[in-house]
C-alpha cells in the first residue's frame, strides 16, 4: 500500500486515532457491549465513506448526509444494530438492505462471512463498490435492485439488516430469513421504532427496541 493510501486509511487530523478512541468511549458509555463490533468501529475508516468536505466530522456521534437524500447513519446505530444482528451467534449470510456509502456494509463484511447488499440509487452503489475494493473487502456483493424485495437467489439468509425505515415490514424480507435468523430493522412513518424480528419454527417473533429516526425505505430503483 502506497504512504498516500495509509495515511488515508488512517486519517488525520479530526480523522485520527485518538479521535476514534473517543467515539468508542462514548458507544460504550451508551451501552454498547459487543467487543468484536467496537473493535470493528474502531478501525473502519469513517472518513472514507464521507465526501472530503464531511470528513472531519467522521467520527462524530452523529449520522452525516451522503447526497441523494441519504445519510450515513450514526456510529451508536450502525453498533447497536450490528450487535443485535448478531446476539443469536455467529452469521454466515447476511442481506443488507441499502448499501447506502457501504461503511454499515464494511463494518459487517468484517464480522460474518458473507454480505450481499441491495441499494436502489445507482451511484451510491458505485461508490460504496470502490470503497470497499479499496479496504479490500472480498467477501462482499453487490446489487442496484429494489431493497424492498431483498436478494431472494441468494437467500436464505442467517441475517436481515436495514438501513432504512419501511412503515411496515416487507413480506419479502420475511420470506428471505432462514428458520432461527433475525432481522433488524427500523419499523414506522414519522414514529420509528428499531425491531428484531426473529423466525422461529412457530412464526416470527418481534422485539421493539428502541426509538429510532432512519429515511424511508422507497421501492423502485434510481440511475
Known amino acids: 500500500m502506497s504512504a ?16 476514534r478512541e473517543r467515539l468508542i468511549q462514548r458507544l460504550i458509555e451508551q451501552g454498547i457491549e459487543n ?5 470493528v468501529i474502531r478501525t473502519t475508516p469513517r472518513h472514507m ?3 472530503e468536505a ?25 453498533a447497536r444494530m450490528t450487535e443485535l444482528l448478531l446476539a443469536g451467534g455467529p452469521l454466515k449470510q447476511v442481506l443488507e ?10 463494518v459487517l463484511a468484517q464480522l460474518v462471512e458473507s454480505v450481499y447488499s441491495v441499494e436502489r440509487i445507482k451511484p451510491l452503489q458505485n ?7 479499496q479496504l479490500k473487502l472480498y467477501n462482499i456483493q453487490t446489487k442496484h435492485a429494489d431493497g424492498t424485495m431483498g436478494w431472494e437467489e441468494k437467500g436464505p439468509y442467517d441475517g436481515i439488516i436495514s438501513t432504512a425505515a419501511p412503515e411496515k ?17 427500523p419499523v414506522g ?11 422461529t419454527q412457530e412464526g416470527f417473533q418481534t422485539e421493539i427496541v428502541e426509538a429510532v429516526r432512519f429515511v424511508p425505505l422507497c421501492s423502485g430503483t434510481v440511475r
Open 4 to 19: 498516500v493510501n495509509k495515511v488515508k486509511l488512517r486519517g488525520i487530523g479530526m480523522t485520527s486515532q485518538r479521535t
Open 35 to 39: 467487543m468484536a463490533v467496537l473493535d
Open 127 to 133: 461508490k460504496a463498490r470502490q470503497r470497499l475494493r
Open 189 to 199: 412513518g414519522v414514529q420509528q421504532h428499531l425491531q428484531v424480528v426473529t423466525r
Open 54 to 78: 464531511m470528513a472531519h466530522r467522521a467520527y462524530e456521534d452523529t449520522s452525516l448526509p451522503i447526497g441523494h437524500q441519504q445519510t450515513l447513519s450514526q456510529p451508536y446505530i450502525v
Open 49 to 51: 465513506f464521507l465526501d
Open 97 to 106: 438492505i441499502g448499501t447506502g456509502s457501504g461503511y454499515q456494509t464494511a
Open 169 to 185: 415490514i416487507p413480506q419479502e424480507l420475511l420470506r428471505q430469513l432462514a428458520s432461527g435468523g433475525r432481522l433488524v430493522i
